[in-house]
Every structure is written in structure tokens, then in C-alpha cells.
């Protein structure tokens, strides 16, 4: 069975940083890009940041560039999303998400999130 | 960025009645929808991807149709466990992917 489990969320002040984790289970972790989506409270879904199999290739959305860096460690079937400059904006639940192949830009499993609070 | 519209924004339709949701991109995303299903404080399932192919495990209910710019996702016979949030994504020379805005789908 897949299972991404996110943790690392909390309330933060604005400024602040915050790093992201998420393990995987039940797939072959190494073989498929990883995503970050967000949700603020009560709005739609925005994707935040990718990162290939291998790590050779990520992206950002716009909102985050040059503040969020996404890594994974294949060895710990992790994913990461280190935050910095954190603002009220970021206030979120952040999702894990599996690409449902390599270099798909969709997603067939999801973690349950976790929630990032930026207050300023 | 390409924008995808959701319409209506609430859609209320009754047990065991046809819902049909809509969504619209700003420039031709070729096939390149998905659509996903959300209830609350759940993560969002895959339902559809390739505009009209279900994912693993999704009941035939629910169809997905459309290109270029306008997309349908259809569930033919709505059951209880329907009513939740949709959302289509375009992920056409990404990135980045976007969503559109959702659309509930309430019990009427």
C-alpha cells in the first residue's frame, strides 16, 4: 500500500523557516518525481515545487522561487521542503505528492498534510 | 501561466441524478487534464487523467471528455459518497501545473 506521511508543520512567525518531510512507503520511491501542493484555509489547490527521481531537475512556482528549496534522499524515501522568508501567504496545508510516472505533472497518491501557520 | 475556470462554483444536484462539471483553460492544454475528488480534510484522489481516462479503482460513473480548451467531468448516477469538491489541473509543458478553483458538488 502507498503512504506519504508528512510532518515538520507548525506556527511560525513571519520571516522564520520551517523545513518540510515527507516518507514514502509501498513504491519504488526512486522511480518517480515528487511534488509539493498546497491549500490555504478554506481555498483551492496550488502547486509549490517538483523534484525528478534524481534530484537533476526541480522547479518552482513563482511564489516561492528563491525563498522554498525542495531535496529528497532516495536511501530514506524522503522528500523535503526547506522554507525560508516565510510569509502569512504561506499559511497552508502542504501535500506530498507522487507523480504517476517519472516526469508526469500528476498525481496519483497524496499524503494527508500537514499544516504550516505563518503568523505575522 | 494557464488559468483553468471551474464552473459553477457549487453545482446541487440530487441522489442518484447526473452532475456535470465543467472546466476551462485559458490558451489549449492539449489532453493534459486531470481531475481530482476532495472531502473534507482528506487529500484529493485521482479520478481522471488524459482528459478521459480513469484512474485505478475509480467507478465508471464518473467520465471525463474534452481538449483544447474545454473539459467535462461527468458522474452519471451521483451515490452519497459523491458530494465532496472537484478540481481539474492542466499539466500541459509544465511547469508549473495549475488547478482550477473547484467546484462543490452538494446534495440537493
Known amino acids: 500500500e502507498v503512504q506519504l506521511v508528512e510532518s515538520g508543520g507548525g506556527v511560525v512567525q513571519s520571516g522564520r523557516s520551517l523545513r518540510l518531510s515527507c516518507v514514502a512507503s509501498?513504491?519504488?520511491?526512486?522511480?518517480?518525481?515528487m511534488h509539493w501542493v498546497r491549500q490555504a484555509p478554506g481555498k483551492g489547490l496550488e502547486w509549490v515545487s517538483l523534484i525528478s527521481w534524481n534530484s537533476d531537475a526541480t522547479g518552482y512556482a513563482d511564489s516561492v522561487k528563491g525563498r522554498f528549496t525542495i531535496s529528497r534522499d532516495n536511501a530514506r524515501n524522503s522528500l523535503y521542503l526547506q522554507m525560508n522568508s516565510l510569509r502569512p501567504e504561506d499559511t497552508a496545508v502542504y501535500f506530498c505528492?507522487?507523480?504517476?510516472?517519472?516526469?508526469?505533472?500528476?498525481?496519483?497518491?497524496w499524503g494527508r498534510g500537514t499544516l504550516v501557520t505563518v503568523s505575522s | 501561466e494557464k488559468v483553468m475556470t471551474q464552473s459553477p462554483a457549487t453545482l446541487s444536484v440530487s441522489p442518484g441524478e447526473r452532475a456535470t462539471l465543467s472546466c476551462r483553460a485559458s490558451?489549449?492544454?492539449?489532453?493534459?487534464v486531470a481531475w481530482y475528488q476532495q472531502k473534507p480534510g482528506q487529500a484529493p484522489r485521482l479520478l481522471i487523467f488524459g482528459a478521459s481516462t480513469r484512474a485505478t479503482g475509480v467507478p465508471d460513473r464518473f467520465s471525463g471528455s474534452g481538449s483544447g480548451t474545454e473539459f467535462t467531468l461527468t458522474i452519471s448516477s451521483l451515490q452519497s459518497e459523491d458530494f465532496a469538491v472537484y478540481y481539474c489541473q492542466q499539466y500541459n509543458n509544465w511547469p508549473p501545473v495549475t488547478f482550477g478553483q473547484g467546484t462543490r458538488l452538494e446534495i440537493k
Open positions: 505528492a507522487k507523480a504517476f510516472y517519472d516526469t508526469s505533472g500528476y498525481y496519483d497518491f
Open positions: 490558451q489549449s492544454v492539449s489532453s493534459h
Open positions: 509501498g513504491f519504488n520511491f526512486d522511480d518517480y518525481g
